[in-house]
């Protein structure tokens, strides 16, 4: 098309000119020099380094001008370019962390600027690999051989003879122990700190720092319990050899849609709290609370509930009370001097609330004691309660409150069974099932509750039975311990640790811990407390037909077609597709190993531990959340791992991984996430996933003592300059 030239004076040079600038007042939108697009809220440019633009670095504004830290991080394109969208007006730091980097300078930027910024080669291997995620690092430990299994004891090669294999050792270690609570492999774990004091050995070291702050009985217990003597040695080792130099492999950097995540962080809560986790609506409608309140929970740390406004970046607290005051503390004193906090017991709780959920009003419910564990009478043997009469409780350890935004009303729900995770149900009764009964899993009727304020009648549970005798119906059973009896069903202790509502049949789903785990599946029949019947289905572990295996699950999800999902220690993502088993699903042979056809095992993306050959990788997270209404923007059912030895979330979709990784502040881990849909009409901007740091050493982050944890945002761009 030949150009069209028109002179100075002519009008057409007006009327075009003032399109332009009307289309540039009304969008806010300038050009680059580089020819890259920027709003006035925006900061853009382009990273080179020595050999030119890098790709696939991060990008990361901070500022602490608004009522909370925060920050935005961005990566890359192929061409080096970036665009950090929609700050808020603030001046900011803004600097380049990537891989085979050290970080650049910080250089002040104000919104609508282009700023270009040089990348800096890291000097040496080993200044890379500090950027590297924990489990990279983690991935060098050295575990003890198969052959060394079942241990002798302390006075063979120090592993306990309990421990029967590798594989049980690890579970410990990864699911059951240590990485349950924060991440091995960040620079505070693998290095010693010279504050700890001078040892002799390296194994003095281990003794001593696993005995520091008020998680110091835990941990020293945890690793008496598979063998003190040869974990000390274990970590020994492996903290001697990354002193002398060890590395580990080198990670990829992001690719593809992984440069389209945009990551945002406000600081919430105080630096002697953790996070456990978040939530930001209600799981079955996840368009509930749009723009909305997040709300946290502190566990054993501090009794309130952190509240972050995102709107406008402000953070408050609601006050968690117990009913009675002679509850007691969640957290005992220190077992020896902490590096970071000294004598000082941090963590004060008596509520200890561990789960908060969204109701379709935006009320708050929360898992949190109320009371001492020991029940009422309305619990026990002689009670005319329901629940009570079929299988009478005496302890409960924590309970339920829920809280009113609309009032500012919390509201305090004693109940006879335990509690630690909670999901609704989408039933007419608005249910929620709870997990952490451990012999039972009970559940409120919120229906009934709103309606008359009955917590008694309300609340219901029931033993765990599965029906061994194959009639399709509870009937007499056996007790735990007791040989199996196939005209019998059978009671079982394997108790809900995760837990899942089915939409496809109503069924409640479930993790149970140990090894090697497995998946539960609940039918409550017409009336709960008496019809209940459970299906147990471990995972494929010393199966030999299975054609990968793998062991202990940890919380679980399930998609909106009822498979369900899980992480498993031994590094794998699980699916479970009950209508895969072939044969059949009670009677005798239905207690665990008789479905090895409904799991499908997926390697998550880290390396192997150092010397294993088994299937599986370093990595072990925690939760498997399902995005069952495609709140990210990868789509429906896409389950996403909380990948805490990646450091970033690990989404699997049509079997590859999409790992978004968190780079800052090195430490990244968290223990749930949940989406939420601001405004379906918003585009990727109305969308996105909330997640927590949620490890219990914020401290161990690499902002050090005094970090507080903090709240993230994941949204999912079409490119990753998209404004």
């Known amino acids: 098309m030949p150009a069209i030239v028109v002179s100075r004076r002519s009008p057409m040079l007006l009327v075009v000119s003032l399109l332009v600038l009307a289309t540039i007042a009304l969008s806010g939108c300038s050009e680059t020099g580089g020819g890259l697009a920027l709003d006035v809220d925006d900061i853009g440019g382009v990273v080179t380094g020595p050999s030119g633009p890098e790709a696939g670095v991060w990008v990361i504004a901070e500022t602490s001008d608004l009522p909370t830290l925060f920050n935005r991080i961005v990566v890359t394109d192929d061409e080096g370019r970036y665009v950090i969208p929609d700050l808020p007006d603030a001046s900011y730091d803004v600097w380049v962390r990537g891989y085979g980097l050290v970080d650049s300078e910080k250089v002040r930027a104000r919104l609508g600027d282009e700023l270009d910024l040089t990348a800096v080669p890291a000097p040496d291997a080993h200044a890379a690999a500090q950027y590297y995620p924990a489990g990279y690092w983690f991935s060098l430990i050295d575990v003890p051989e198969k052959s060394e299994f079942p241990g002798t004891g302390p006075d063979g090669n120090g592993i306990a003879p309990e421990v029967g294999s590798q594989a049980e050792w690890l579970r410990n270690l990864k699911s059951g122990g240590c990485m349950a609570c924060h991440a091995l492999g960040t620079q505070a774990i693998r290095e010693i700190s010279p504050a700890?004091?001078?040892?002799?050995?390296?194994?003095?070291?281990?003794?001593?720092?696993?005995?520091?702050?008020?998680?110091?009985?835990?941990?020293?217990?945890?690793?008496?319990?598979?063998?003190?003597?040869?974990?000390?040695?274990?970590?020994?080792?492996?903290?001697?050899?990354?002193?002398?130099?060890?590395?580990?492999?080198?990670?990829?950097?992001?690719?593809?849609?992984?440069?389209?995540?945009?990551?945002?962080?406000?600081?919430?809560?105080?630096?002697?709290?953790?996070?456990?986790?978040?939530?930001?609506?209600?799981?079955?409608?996840?368009?509930?609370?749009?723009?909305?309140?997040?709300?946290?929970?502190?566990?054993?740390?501090?009794?309130?509930?952190?509240?972050?406004?995102?709107?406008?970046?402000?953070?408050?607290?609601?006050?968690?009370?117990?009913?009675?005051?002679?509850?007691?503390?969640?957290?005992?004193?220190?077992m020896a001097s902490s590096v970071y906090w000294g004598d000082e017991a941090i963590w004060d709780s008596q509520a200890n609330v561990h789960n908060p959920m969204l109701d379709a009003r935006g009320r708050v419910w929360l898992t949190s004691r109320v009371r001492p564990a020991e029940n009422p009478d309305m619990c026990l043997e002689g009670s005319d309660h329901p629940s009570a009469k079929a299988f009478p409780t005496t302890r409960a350890g924590r309970h339920l409150a829920v809280y009113d935004p609309a009032t500012d009303d919390m509201t305090l729900i004693g109940t006879c069974f335990g509690t630690h995770h909670l999901i609704f149900g989408e039933d007419e009764n608005n249910t929620v099932w709870t997990s952490g009964g451990g012999q039972v899993?009970?559940?409120?009727?919120?229906?009934?509750?709103?309606?008359?304020?009955?917590?008694?009648?309300?609340?219901?549970?029931?033993?765990?039975?599965?029906?061994?005798?194959?009639?399709?119906?509870?009937?007499?059973?056996?007790?735990?311990?007791?040989?199996?009896?196939?005209?019998?069903?059978?009671?079982?202790?394997?108790?809900?640790?995760?837990?899942?509502?089915?939409?496809?049949?109503?069924?409640?789903?479930?993790?149970?811990?140990?090894?090697?785990?497995?998946?539960?599946?609940?039918?409550?029949?017409?009336?709960?407390?008496?019809?209940?019947?459970?299906?147990?289905?471990?995972?494929?572990?010393?199966?030999?037909?299975?054609?990968?295996?793998?062991?202990?699950?940890?919380?679980?999800?399930?998609?909106?077609?009822?498979?369900?999902?899980?992480?498993?220690?031994?590094?794998?993502?699980?699916?479970?597709?009950?209508?895969?088993?072939?044969?059949?699903?009670?009677?005798?042979?239905?207690?665990?190993?008789?479905?090895?056809?409904?799991?499908?095992?997926?390697?998550?993306?880290?390396?192997?531990?150092?010397?294993?050959?088994?299937?599986?990788?370093?990595?072990?997270?925690?939760?498997?959340?399902?995005?069952?209404?495609?709140?990210?923007?990868?789509?429906?059912?896409?389950?996403?791992?909380?990948?805490?030895?990646?450091?970033?979330?690990?989404?699997?979709?049509?079997?590859?991984?999409?790992?978004?990784?968190?780079?800052?502040?090195?430490?990244?881990?968290?223990?749930?996430?949940?989406?939420?849909?601001?405004?379906?009409?918003?585009?990727?901007?109305?969308?996105?996933?909330?997640?927590?740091?949620?490890?219990?050493?914020?401290?161990?982050?690499?902002?050090?003592?005094?970090?507080?944890?903090?709240?993230?945002?994941?949204?999912?761009?079409?490119?990753?300059?998209?404004?």
């Open 196 to 334: 700890l004091g001078e040892f002799a050995s390296s194994v003095e070291a281990w003794d001593r720092r696993i005995r520091s702050g008020q998680a110091g009985g835990s941990m020293y217990g945890n690793l008496s319990r598979v063998g003190l003597r040869g974990a000390l040695e274990m970590f020994a080792d492996w903290t001697d050899r990354i002193v002398e130099g060890e590395l580990p492999p080198v990670p990829t950097r992001p690719e593809g849609i992984e440069r389209n995540i945009v990551i945002t962080q406000w600081d919430w809560a105080d630096p002697t709290t953790y996070l456990h986790d978040e939530a930001s609506t209600d799981k079955r409608d996840p368009t509930v609370n749009p723009y909305g309140p997040i709300y946290g929970a502190l566990e054993a740390s501090a009794d309130y509930t952190p509240v972050l406004n995102p709107t406008d970046h402000s953070i408050n607290q609601i006050p968690v009370p117990v009913r009675d005051p002679d509850t007691p503390l969640a957290a005992g004193g220190p």
């Open 441 to 723: 899993i009970g559940w409120l009727n919120t229906k009934m509750f709103d309606e008359t304020g009955d917590e008694e009648a309300s609340q219901g549970w029931t033993a765990l039975i599965v029906d061994t005798n194959g009639n399709g119906q509870r009937d007499e059973y056996t007790e735990p311990g007791e040989p199996l009896d196939p005209t019998k069903d059978m009671r079982v202790t394997t108790g809900f640790y995760g837990v899942a509502y089915n939409p496809v049949d109503g069924t409640i789903w479930g993790s149970s811990l140990g090894f090697p785990g497995a998946i539960i599946r609940l039918n409550p029949g017409p009336d709960p407390a008496n019809t209940a019947l459970l299906e147990i289905f471990q995972p494929p572990w010393g199966n030999d037909e299975a054609p990968v295996q793998g062991y202990s699950p940890r919380g679980m999800d399930i998609d909106r077609n009822g498979v369900a999902w899980t992480p498993l220690a031994s590094g794998h993502m699980a699916s479970f597709d009950r209508s895969k088993c072939e044969g059949p699903l009670n009677g005798p042979e239905a207690t665990g190993q008789h479905c090895p056809e409904g799991w499908t095992l997926y390697t998550e993306p880290l390396p192997q531990l150092k010397g294993l050959e088994d299937s599986g990788s370093a990595e072990s997270s925690y939760y498997t959340w399902v995005d069952q209404f495609n709140t990210l923007g990868l789509g429906e059912n896409v389950p996403i791992n909380t990948g805490n030895h990646s450091e970033g979330l690990l989404a699997l979709v049509d079997g590859e991984w999409v790992v978004m990784r968190v780079p800052y502040p090195l430490g990244f881990y968290t223990k749930w996430m949940d989406g939420r849909i601001d405004d379906p009409e918003a585009g990727w901007k109305g969308r996105g996933i909330w997640a927590t740091y949620s490890t219990r050493a914020p401290f161990h982050l690499e902002t050090g003592a005094g970090t507080s944890s903090k709240v993230l945002h994941f949204q999912l761009r079409p490119d990753p300059l998209a404004r």
